[in-house]
């Protein structure tokens, strides 16, 4: 029974993250069809909300507790499940910039561990106020937006970012799926391909607040669901590039199991634990304008971290000890 709740839960989940471009039409639609109906005044209220709560994404967002603490969460966690598993103390006298590693699919494990309280983070690490971004474009659609930031999600531009690390208690940590939606191409089942090398952006928003730098990895977040990869030289990845670069976003052929049978074909993940080990913490000192020398180096570190944390954990998480990181 337990385990028919969690697979509830988690369809009810994938519902409402994928396919993401439906739920998104779908409300734009809603509220533009309603003008045109005898509840008009519905969509014309929600508007002028919309308009006067335009910038709250990128002013810390708006975040409920309550639901960041609800029950579904931890029915989703329990249907993996998915571990968290702490190396190091976060003290709550500075700022941190987490980087998630791998995005997947879906990005189960940071949704779980930093979105949600389903494994009890703020008791893990007490003090410390976790903001999970994300693209900014999902912040301003309407009503999914309000969906988004009730969870505490904020705007991954470089405003929204600043404004977090500049509040005056310190213990605020933003988690960043560094490799964004180019990674979720390499979301094979059994790899563990990272979108790293030329992605520094976070380093320098590290440095400009002298935040330290907490690599964490999702172990299992790419076996959840099947995955169609094509050469990187072929027509069809040139279109998912292309479509990425503008409408945000890279269209991916997955499929998982059925919701009543998992010998079935659908959208629901497969039951495979995942399990996010976060790092030691990195200092990194303030610069408020850092040189490209400085950025690479605090990168290069952040890497060798984030490797270090792979081959000391893979094996204790079920990765072949002949596996490695690679970095794209």
Not at 114 to 129: D, L, Y
Request: positive net charge; contains cysteine.
């Amino acid at each position: 029974f337990t385990r028919r709740v969690s697979s509830w839960a988690h369809q009810s989940l994938t519902i409402l993250q994928k396919p993401l471009l439906l739920d998104c039409l779908f409300f734009s639609l809603l509220v533009l069809f309603l003008l045109f109906t005898s509840f008009w005044s519905i969509s014309v209220l929600y508007l002028v909300w919309l308009f006067l709560d335009w910038d709250t994404p990128n002013q810390g967002g708006r975040c409920f507790e309550c639901n960041r603490s609800c029950t579904i969460w931890k029915h989703l966690k329990d249907y993996f499940p998915i571990k968290l598993v702490k190396t190091a103390e976060l003290p709550p006298d500075r700022n941190y910039v987490v980087g998630c590693h791998p995005h997947g699919i879906m990005c189960m494990g940071t949704f779980c561990n930093f979105v949600t309280e389903a494994n009890n983070f703020s008791k893990q690490f007490p003090g410390i106020q976790t903001s999970p971004v994300t693209l900014a474009f999902l912040l301003h659609l309407p009503v999914y937006r309000d969906y988004l930031m009730y969870l505490g999600l904020c705007s991954v531009n470089r405003r929204s970012l600043d404004f977090i690390l500049s509040k005056p208690q310190p213990g605020q940590a933003v988690a960043i799926v560094v490799g964004g939606a180019h990674e979720s191409l390499f979301a094979i089942p059994g790899m563990h391909c990272l979108v790293l090398r030329n992605r520094k952006g976070f380093v320098r928003l590290a440095l400009r607040h002298g935040a330290s730098l907490v690599p964490v990895y999702s172990f299992g977040e790419n076996d959840i669901f099947n995955f169609k990869a094509f050469p990187t030289n072929s027509w069809q990845y040139l279109c998912q590039i292309t479509i990425k670069k503008i409408m945000k976003f890279s269209p991916c052929i997955f499929w998982g199991r059925g919701l009543f049978s998992a010998d079935s074909w659908g959208l629901l993940p497969f039951a495979k634990p995942i399990t996010t080990v976060v790092g030691r913490p990195i200092p990194v000192p303030q610069r408020l304008n850092p040189t490209e020398e400085e950025v690479d180096h605090y990168h290069m570190l952040y890497m060798e971290a984030l490797e270090q944390l792979f081959e000391e954990h893979k094996e204790s998480c079920g990765v072949p000890a002949s596996t490695h990181l690679i970095f794209k």
